[in-house]
């Protein structure tokens, strides 16, 4: 089983999943590293949920950056014994009117902060020697995304697939040192404020539950040694696919 005495880190803790996850983590009674670009944004969360969760600035696309994450959370709460990657943004265009500016700049959100943040938390995970065949969890958050390019979507694909494929190399590099490494796909989309996406506009079964959402990597995380997922697909029952 998973030690709880760690450090839970989310990147990308905004509203919606993020925040969730942070609260599930800290319902589970681990100290919790909230990160995004902007910490102020956190500063509502870390009053609801208590001393256990602190709130980080971090670009996860900027690799001096991300090392200086990792290391204030071991200084302040320890080892990391779960990351989960939920840091993106896309911009939907048509192949024909996208930028190189654009394309890189979604690769980099999608992709090589997810590669950063998992090369740091591996690291910190494999130096603190945690005895047991468990050291940690990393987790990405892909998307439907992550298996298949739709037209408009090449942004959000091309780095979807990409960290679909870190998330599979670090897992098969990492599994027998005690790190396991899993990808979630969403298949749908996750109920928040955004047009579109609220219970009242789609109905409750058409969208994810933030919570429903976080309970399942949760899950991932405390799951045996003997039998660990590399890949998590979720959806609405009435989602099509």
Not at 171 to 184: C, L
């Amino acid at each position: 089983m998973a030690d709880n005495s760690g450090a839970a880190v989310v990147i990308g803790a905004g509203p919606g999943l993020g925040s969730a996850l942070v609260r599930r983590f800290a319902q589970a009674g681990m100290k919790v590293a909230a990160a995004r670009r902007d910490a102020g944004q956190l500063d509502r969360l870390v009053k609801e949920l208590g001393a256990g969760v602190r709130a980080y600035s971090c670009d996860a696309t900027d690799e001096e950056s991300v090392t200086s994450l990792f290391a204030g959370i071991t200084k302040d709460m320890g080892t990391p014994r779960l990351l989960v990657y939920n840091a993106g943004g896309f911009i939907r265009k048509s192949v024909l009117e996208t930028s190189r500016e654009e394309f890189e700049r979604s690769w980099r959100n999608a992709c090589l902060g997810g590669f950063l943040t998992g090369r740091e938390a591996v690291r910190a995970m494999l130096a603190a020697k945690a005895d047991g065949h468990h050291k940690g969890t990393v987790i990405f958050t892909g998307a439907t995304a992550s298996l298949r390019g739709g037209a408009n979507f090449l942004n959000l694909a091309v780095g979807k697939f990409a960290l679909r494929a870190v998330s599979q190399s670090m897992a098969r590099e990492f599994q027998a040192q005690g790190i396991h490494v899993a990808h979630v796909i969403i298949d749908g989309q996750i109920e928040s404020e955004r047009p579109g996406r609220s219970v009242a506009e789609r109905g409750v079964d058409a969208v994810l539950s933030p919570a429903a959402i976080a309970e399942a990597y949760y899950q991932l995380h405390v799951q045996s040694p003997s039998a660990w997922t590399l890949e998590l697909d979720l959806r609405p029952y009435v989602e099509k696919f």
